[in-house]
């Protein structure tokens, strides 16, 4: 099921990496760019809930689109994480939480999926909390200005990114957590 629907829209995300970071490479106008990149961002951003709602509907899940959504999502935040940082609207020790942990998880996961305790590390609520105050944070730093004439996208964006590092920190300890005992055993 490589080239399924719901397979495609991840590979969307994946593909607008570049187009994202991009945009500030053009030389327009400060919020040209800024709206621009935020627009691409929710969009795409939008595709990780449109593939697994298709996936199920169209009965087209598979072992290819589970590995490859959550690949996809974690591109997509760490290259526009990057971006931000680079813009100075972003913390580099928010960048290097963020990034990091995924990095640690992943490899964790990837591990407890080879000695047969996958079940141990699967996604769990405060994961899918930080993901979600990730995926607002985000574009409101993309923003960068304000919203309906009535939200400064900035302050929003830099507290919900602060709350998304702390709930990443506590998801990796609830993670490693759940994962000790099977560590202990192979350690040993």
Request: some cysteine.
């Amino acid at each position: 099921m490589f080239l399924t629907i719901p397979t495609i829209l991840t590979w969307t995300r994946i593909v607008a990496i570049p187009l994202i970071v991009g945009v500030f490479y053009l030389g327009l106008k400060p919020e040209t760019q800024n709206l621009i990149a935020t627009v691409m961002f929710v969009v795409f951003a939008a595709t990780d809930w449109l593939d697994g709602f298709l996936a199920r509907k169209l009965n087209q899940t598979s072992a290819f689109g589970a590995f490859l959504d959550p690949v996809a999502d974690k591109f997509l935040v760490c290259a526009s994480l990057l971006v931000l940082v680079h813009l100075g609207r972003a913390d580099v020790f928010v960048g290097l939480i963020i990034i990091g942990r995924e990095i640690a998880i992943s490899a964790l996961r990837e591990w407890m999926a080879q000695i047969g305790a996958a079940k141990s590390v699967a996604v769990h609520m405060l994961g899918k909390l930080k993901t979600t105050a990730q995926m607002v944070a985000i574009p409101f730093l993309l923003f960068d200005d304000e919203l309906f004439g009535l939200i400064d996208t900035r302050p929003w964006g830099t507290g919900l990114i602060w709350i998304a590092a702390i709930l990443t920190v506590w998801s990796m300890v609830y993670y490693l957590q759940k994962a000790l005992p099977e560590i202990r055993k192979r350690v040993q």
